[in-house]
């Protein structure tokens, strides 16, 4: 299943308690939890590049499936980490982060949990 496309955010659910549980500044948080972002997928192969759009802030990841790839968190940091491709489902851990993004026809659904805070991000193809 290819997850090539451009996707906007249409809801999101616990963003403020995940951001603080991740240690952004909340003014940040208030600019960013009304903000709608736009996540681009590239896929070639195993070979993904990711780029998310939120205002001016704009988030790339580029990362070959099963590979070790420095990744950038939602903090700004650069993490060493492994993603991996189970069906339609990417998967990686960032730092205590776990991650899954799972593509379902045109919707791509990302769920994040730090600790026992979970944050979901559900888009559309657009």
Do not use: C, W
């Amino acid at each position: 299943m290819a997850f090539n496309g451009k996707y906007e955010l249409v809801s999101q659910e616990n963003f403020e308690a995940f951001m603080k549980a991740i240690g952004l500044p909340d003014d940040l948080i208030e600019k960013g939890k009304d903000i709608k972002s736009v996540t681009e997928m590239v896929q070639d192969g195993n070979h993904f590049i990711v780029t998310v759009t939120t205002g001016s802030k704009v988030l790339r990841n580029e990362f070959t499936v099963g590979q070790e790839a420095e990744l950038e968190t939602l903090s700004g940091e650069k993490v060493k980490s492994i993603v991996n491709l189970e069906g339609n489902k990417l998967t990686v851990n960032l730092k205590g982060i776990n991650s899954v993004t799972e593509l379902v026809g045109d919707t791509i659904t990302n769920v994040m949990t730090v600790k026992d805070i979970v944050y979901k991000r559900t888009s559309k193809r657009i």
